[in-house]
């Protein structure tokens, strides 16, 4: 007699992957990595001291957080990727304590007090980043130039690109055809690195490109530890999404509406008509590879569907672009996130799916 098969029924969930938390956050972090290690190379040994500094703190949190609630979460890597988040996004020049105290204010009030993780809200590495920077300004705007542009001196001081251009433009009465173009006018230098990459396309493809622009495809840029080498950025982002931890929705929609609206009215402010924005400079500064890629795409404070993501990212473009070009700080990238973040609730109501056997009547709708 032929056996009967047997099934066996259980509760959700139902469908299983071996991805976890654990690997997500380490998956990240090892992403992030070179990004870091040129931010060191290139803005001296300081910065493996900012770096260490900000990750204890943050682990020193999660472990005090954890010892209250009664968990240990230390290993899953999230307070690790906070607290190296908060590395990234702070100047090699800054004072030690004020890492320090944005990992214990992104870990303590803005993960743990709405209950750990999954439960926050805001991003914490970017609401630990926009707290000291309101707090120690003058620390958090303290720029030091890379040793390719000082030719290996250390703890030399300069503006950022950005910065640059947001101090400059106010006594500039003459014009440029780009934000580039304005910098090489101001005597903005650039790096050797860059001026032999321009030379060597200038000589063998034909080529002319400006060595700025090389320097801030490369990273020898004043800047954030570790936002300032968009080539490395984005091929960590390569990896992230072939191993699918991010998706295209968020990146195409952030970086799509901005640089839609950088080309339209980017060049307005140099005396330039419409259409004639620098896109190119605006997409390699400001640490916005660094927020498009690893802060706008977390998955706890971005939305849940596709059509959210892409608003939520369409968000985060057009506020990025209206803080930078019209607002009083050069770059605009955390405080973008941070205010789509607070309508990601909203987001996900009115784009969520409808439940199953609810009919949507008068108020509902």
């Given at each position: 007699m032929e056996q009967a098969e047997h099934k066996l029924i259980t509760v959700s969930p139902q469908i299983h992957s071996k991805t976890s938390t654990s690997k997500i956050m380490w998956t990240v972090v090892l992403c992030l990595a070179p990004a870091g290690i040129w931010g060191a190379g290139v803005f001296g040994y300081r910065t493996l001291a900012v770096?260490?500094?900000?990750?204890?703190?943050?682990?020193?949190?999660?472990?005090l957080a954890g010892f209250f609630m009664k968990k240990f979460t230390i290993l899953d890597g999230s307070a690790f990727l906070t607290g190296l988040l908060?590395?990234?996004?702070v100047p090699a020049a800054v004072p030690l304590y004020v890492p320090a105290v944005a990992s214990l204010f992104a870990i303590l009030v803005v993960k743990w007090s709405f209950g750990g993780l999954g439960a926050n809200?805001?991003?914490?590495?970017?609401?630990?980043?926009?707290?000291v920077f309101f707090s120690w300004t003058g620390g958090m705007t303290k720029w030091t130039l890379p040793n390719t542009v000082t030719g290996g001196i250390d703890g030399v001081s300069g503006a950022s690109p950005l910065g640059h251009i947001k101090a400059g433009i106010l006594d500039f009465?003459?014009?440029?055809?780009?934000?580039?173009?304005?910098?090489?006018?101001?005597?903005?230098?650039?790096?050797r690195m860059g001026q032999v990459v321009s030379g060597w396309?200038?000589?063998?493809?034909?080529?002319?490109?400006?060595?700025?622009?090389?320097d801030l495809f490369l990273g020898n840029i004043p800047g954030c530890i570790g936002e300032v080498s968009a080539v490395l950025l984005l091929l960590g982002a390569v990896y992230l999404f072939i191993r699918k931890i991010i998706t295209w929705e968020i990146p195409l929609a952030y970086l799509g509406i901005y640089t839609i609206l950088i080309w339209i009215f980017g060049g307005l402010r140099f005396g330039n008509g419409f259409f004639s924005g620098d896109i190119i400079f605006h997409l390699f500064t400001g640490g916005l590879m660094l927020g498009v890629f690893y802060m706008a795409t977390d998955m706890v404070t971005s939305p849940l569907t596709r059509k959210g993501m892409l608003i939520f990212g369409a968000g985060c473009g057009f506020l990025t672009f209206l803080i930078r070009i019209y607002g009083s700080f050069p770059e605009g990238v955390s405080l973008a996130i941070i205010l789509m973040n607070i309508f990601v609730p909203m987001i996900n109501r009115y784009t969520g799916p409808s439940r199953f056997g609810i009919v949507k009547t008068g108020e509902d709708k």
């Open positions: 770096m260490a500094v900000s990750i204890i703190a943050a682990l020193l949190g999660e472990l908060i590395a990234y996004n809200w805001m991003n914490p590495a970017l609401a630990g980043r926009v707290f009465s003459g014009r440029a055809s780009s934000s580039i173009d304005f910098l090489n006018q101001t005597g903005y230098e650039s790096s396309f200038e000589t063998n493809l034909g080529w002319s490109t400006d060595p700025i622009s090389w």
